[in-house]
T-cell receptor, first 111, second 115 residues
Framework: QKEVEQDPGPLSVPEGAIVSLNCTYSNSAFQYFMWYRQYSRKGPELLMYTYSSGNKEDGRFTAQVDKSSKYISLFIRDSQPSDSATYLCAPPHSGNTPLVFGKGTRLSVIA | DVKVTQSSRYLVKRTGEKVFLECVQDMDHENMFWYRQDPGLGLRLIYFSYDVKMKEKGDIPEGYSVSREKKERFSLILESASTNQTSMYLC??????????????FGSGTRLTVV
């Protein structure tokens, strides 16, 4: 089983919709979780990170962790065309080991 | 404003050529990484380095080597380019985990085509 699974999409929603992006993970040692956003022909950029309990909110974005089911989510409220990008989840291992990235979910927000 | 610079955005090379991809960061980060990104396969780690002159193999090191002679520069070398190395190459850097500013900063990528 891969360490991180992510539905690749593509996901297409109308402007203003609430978007839910999800990852499942298999390694219980993951301590915190990151979400990266990648626009077309650009490198990924860190969007937000959250520790392994509860929710974290940043503007229109909310990251949520459910440790019991090993499930992490990113919610986007009032989605905008500028949110159109690929979203990658990355739960780091403990210690100084490289990030493991999900394959990414491609999102299109249609005006 | 930045940060991680990759020397070329687009590169076309011939099969068998030796190819150098350069990456420079200006954030004094200890950690540097090379990934390749392919449709349906996501980001795959090629090599990484936690210090000058130090290197570690990632998940797919075959056909590649790296060099880190200075803290700010991490070079990826394709010893003899092949068509299956056609890909988007992404360099990243970071502080060690536990730092407040932990998180990878990526370059804009180099789209390499081997013909």
């Amino acid at each position: 089983q891969k360490e991180v699974e992510q539905d690749p999409g593509p996901l297409s929603v109308p402007e203003g919709a609430i978007v839910s992006l999800n990852c499942t993970y298999s390694n219980s040692a993951f301590q915190y979780f990151m979400w990266y956003r990648q626009y077309s022909r650009k490198g990924p950029e860190l969007l937000m990170y959250t520790y392994s309990s509860g929710n974290k909110e940043d503007g229109r974005f909310t990251a949520q962790v459910d440790k019991s089911s090993k499930y992490i989510s990113l919610f986007i409220r009032d989605s905008q065309p500028s949110d159109s990008a690929t979203y990658l989840c990355a739960p780091p291992h403990s210690g100084n080991t490289p990030l493991v990235f999900g394959k990414g979910t491609r999102l299109s927000v249609i005006a | 404003d930045v940060k991680v610079t990759q020397s070329s955005r687009y590169l076309v090379k011939r099969t068998g050529e030796k190819v150098f991809l350069e990456c420079v960061q200006d954030m004094d980060h200890e950690n540097m990484f090379w990934y390749r990104q392919d449709p349906g396969l996501g980001l795959r780690l090629i090599y990484f380095s936690y210090d000058v002159k130090m290197k570690e193999k990632g998940d797919i090191p075959e056909g590649y080597s790296v060099s880190r002679e200075k803290k700010e520069r991490f070079s990826l070398i394709l010893e003899s380019a092949s068509t299956n190395q056609t890909s988007m190459y992404l360099c990243a850097s970071s502080l060690p985990p536990g730092q407040v500013s932990y998180g990878y900063t990526f370059g804009s990528g180099t789209r390499l085509t081997v013909v």
